[in-house]
């Protein structure tokens, strides 16, 4: 069974960092783009990060280049992403996802996560 567990959110003030975890279990990592979205009350989800767990290649939306970084520990099967200088623009859930092609990913993923909320306050 595919499992995305995501953890590490919570709520801070602007300017503050978190840094958010992406367990995965129930396929093999190595093949698969792992991407984190995220929902705001009222609005569509929306692509934050990507990473490709084979070569390591990242793409970031322009709303979160240069504050956010994703990154990917093969060994424990775990995608981070870690969220500095934080806007209340920010707040939303998070959702970790999961497939076989980054640009798939993108557009459509064939696994998500449960979410994880992340408050920023101003």
């Known amino acids: 069974e595919v499992q995305l567990v995501e953890s590490g959110g919570g709520s801070v003030q602007a300017g503050g960092s978190l840094r958010l975890s992406c367990a995965a279990s129930g396929f093999t990592f190595d093949d698969y783009a792992i991407g984190w979205f995220r929902q705001a009350p009222g609005k569509e989800r929306e692509g934050v990060s990507c990473?490709?767990?084979?070569?390591?290649?990242?793409y970031y939306a322009d709303s979160v280049k240069g504050r956010f970084t994703i990154s990917s520990d093969n060994a424990k099967n775990t995608v981070y992403l870690q969220m500095n200088s934080l806007k209340p623009e920010d707040t939303a859930v998070y959702y970790c996802?999961?497939?076989?092609?980054?640009?798939?990913?993108?557009?459509?993923?064939?696994?998500w996560g449960q979410g994880t909320q992340v408050t920023v306050s101003s």
């Open positions: 990473i490709s767990s084979s070569d390591g290649s990242t």
């Open positions: 996802a999961a497939d076989l092609g980054l640009l798939r990913l993108w557009v459509s993923p064939d696994y």
